[in-house]
């Protein structure tokens, strides 16, 4: 990884911090895009296999409350591939993506998200409590007003994807 690929990931980090705590004493708090960016920022340090990624890296997730912040994503590249975003409602059309994201509000497909994904080259992030204990990739959590992530690399390494070490470095905790 380029330095200054890394240290744009900790200045968004920063960034992270500051936007998030200056919204949370808000009644109309917005992190949706600091969810989004994270998620970016993911798969700009994930490596799929070659035979997975043709033309562009195709991110999706469910809640359609994301919907503004994850199509901001949509065109932007990550190595010389294109960002495609794509709401999904069904858990078949996990297929079509190389990376998930499933906010809390869906927890209750959450199990058969992970039979669907098992050992795919799909990355799964979540903000649901515990989902990286339970199978999920990366779990995004607040941890002193900040956006924070912990790794799961059993269901990572079992799925042949490829993390950056540094953004492993990053993270809170790293499951082995």
């Not at 993506?97 to 058969?112: G, P």
């Not at 956006?147 to 809170?172: E, G, T, Y």
Request: hydrophobic share 45%.
């Amino acid at each position: 990884m380029r330095k200054s690929s890394l240290k744009l990931f900790i200045i968004l980090g920063i960034s992270i911090h500051l936007s998030f705590s200056a919204v949370l004493g808000a009644p109309s708090a917005d992190v949706y895009p600091l969810k989004a960016a994270l998620v970016y920022n993911f798969a700009k340090f994930t490596v799929w296999p070659e035979s997975v990624v043709k033309k562009t890296v195709d991110i999706c997730y469910f809640n359609e409350l994301y919907t503004s912040s994850m199509e901001r994503l949509s065109g932007k590249k990550i190595s010389q591939y294109f960002v495609s975003i794509k709401q999904i409602e069904n858990i078949d059309d996990v297929d079509q993506c190389h990376l998930v994201y499933i906010d809390k509000s869906k927890r209750e497909i959450l199990n058969r998200l992970f039979i669907k994904v098992k050992d795919k080259p799909i990355l799964t992030v979540s903000d649901i409590s515990g989902f990286y204990d339970e199978g999920g990739m990366i779990e995004i959590k607040v941890t002193d007003n900040r956006l924070r992530f912990l790794i799961n690399l059993a269901p990572v390494n079992k799925s042949n994807i490829v993390l950056s070490s540094q953004m492993l470095k990053l993270a809170v905790e790293v499951k082995r």
